[in-house]
């Protein structure tokens, strides 16, 4: 697989930058317990590199060529410059002892610390996230006895983590020596793949298999990782055993997470799992005064109800709604009202619908993830694999730009708008009933949206 994947890369990049990637980077081991794969790399840049733009093809790349997850780990090898020789495995395994101390300073990212304004104090409850809000503080109150795991799921920007951590909050304030681990699922992925690095495993297990209440924020990252899974369960097991709380938040439900394990889904089903939906006008409405309260702006109700009417979905961006209209006060030395906060929030729908994203951009991260070509995406092959990866890009763009179906079809080698309509109604119909159309999408809304 790594041969097709480097004549991939040859094809793709041009040469001075094949040769400063991807020449001399190998693999080095793949451990087929912990899916590790150890790559080596020049220079420190070309690990950079690779672990900022190369991993994610790669993990796909695997799982396309070979159907195998990896978790790539690169690992710098001072003499590749000046040896064409094949790295020898063993090398890796005594490493240098002047590596040692940045390996193990670097052991585990630092722990994320909980954002002092996530406290239910600062949470409003009202119809969508009510349910949830509920089994929080429940949870808080009682941790590891009624609703064990609790697990929170829902759209970008409703309130998971800051209701994930009130609990936190909550437990501190009633018991400051609780052992609270906050932990983006991400930052668990990372820590274990250089706990295994470092060999340091029995320290990444100390630090979350002892902890009073363990909070795991969106949890569908790991999707389709298997190692990371069976690593988690573990832990899960050790804490739920003892009786420690757990609270995982996700964008879906368990049973949409690609590729999570049955003894996990059925786990996360032990105890609570409550959605959050989007808030009503009323929500949001008092959302937004409870947030000009506390910047201490003066906010007529009319002109909170007009804020309040212009974003929907995201609370997120609806406080930066607010915050927009507040900047623009600031520049005009005006007080805030209506007629401000209208041309303040003028371009606003049409940001949020384009966020200035391009077709072609869309086709593009579309072909990526899909592993097809974007020339594919935009041709008239009628196969199944193209034809899906096709029908969604159309989907996306009509979802996340202002592009008009014409304009459309356009983009996609001059195809009839009719044919444009066809495919972002059959992939509407499809996300309600197909979950891993649904779960595509999703992945790539969030990859677009980022
Ligand atoms: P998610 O984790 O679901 O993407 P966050 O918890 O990060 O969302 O919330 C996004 C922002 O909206 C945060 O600043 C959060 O404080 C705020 N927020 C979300 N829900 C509420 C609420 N019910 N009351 C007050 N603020 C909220
Ligand atoms: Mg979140």
Request: hydrophobic share 40%; proline share 4%; glycine share 4%.
């Amino acid at each position: 697989f790594w041969e097709s994947f480097n004549a991939e890369m040859r094809s793709e990049f041009n040469e001075v930058s094949y040769n400063a990637w991807f020449k001399n980077t190998r693999p080095v081991s793949f451990n087929k317990g912990t899916h590790e794969l150890v790559i080596s790399v020049q220079t420190p840049v070309a690990k950079g590199y690779w672990e900022q733009n190369i991993s994610a093809r790669l993990l796909q790349a695997a799982y396309a060529y070979a159907g195998i997850d990896i978790y790539p780990v690169f690992v710098v090898d001072e003499d590749a410059n000046n040896s064409e020789r094949m790295v020898q495995p063993q090398k890796r395994e005594a490493p240098a002892p002047k590596a040692a101390p940045a390996a193990s300073s670097r052991e585990f990212t630092k722990d994320l610390r909980l954002n002092e304004k996530y406290t239910f104090d600062n949470f409003i409850q009202g119809e969508g996230n009510k349910l949830a809000a509920g089994a929080a503080m429940a949870v808080a109150d009682d941790p590891g006895t009624f609703y064990n795991p609790l697990f929170i799921f829902g759209g970008v920007g409703l309130g998971k983590t800051h209701l994930m951590q009130a609990i936190g909050h909550q437990m501190l304030a009633e018991n400051p020596d609780a052992k609270v681990v906050y932990i983006q699922s991400e930052t668990f992925v990372n820590d274990f793949i250089n706990s295994i690095k470092n060999k340091t495993q029995e320290k990444f297990r100390e630090k979350y298999r002892t902890a009073d209440l363990l909070l795991v924020d969106d949890i569908q990252f790991f999707a389709k990782k298997e190692g990371i899974q069976e690593e988690f369960f573990h832990t899960f097991e050790t804490l739920y055993n003892d009786k420690k709380q757990i609270v995982m938040t996700s964008d879906r439900l368990p049973t949409e997470i690609p590729d999570l394990s049955e003894r996990l889904v059925s786990r996360f089903a032990w105890g609570l799992q409550v959605e959050i939906t989007p808030p009503d006008l009323e929500t949001r409405i008092a959302i937004l005064r409870k947030k000009a309260e506390s910047e201490g702006l003066d906010v007529d109700e009319s002109t909170l109800d007009y804020v309040a009417s212009q974003v929907d979905t995201n609370i997120r961006e609806l406080e930066g709604a607010l915050v927009k209209v507040q900047a623009q006060a600031t520049i005009q030395k005006q007080d805030i009202n209506i007629g401000l906060a209208r041309s303040a929030l003028a371009d606003l729908k049409l940001v949020q619908k384009s966020r200035g994203l391009q077709i072609s951009k869309i086709q593009e991260v579309v072909a990526n993830y899909f592993q097809t070509t974007v020339a594919d995406i935009k041709g008239k092959k009628r196969v199944r694999q193209i034809v899906i990866p096709r029908q969604i890009a159309m989907y996306l763009s009509r979802e996340l730009t202002d592009a008009s179906l014409p304009k459309i079809g356009q983009e996609f080698g001059g195809k009839d708008h009719t044919t444009v309509m066809h495919a972002c109604d059959k992939i509407a119909r499809q996300i309600k009933t197909d979950t891993e159309i649904k779960s595509a999408v999703s992945d790539l809304r969030q990859m677009l949206e980022r």
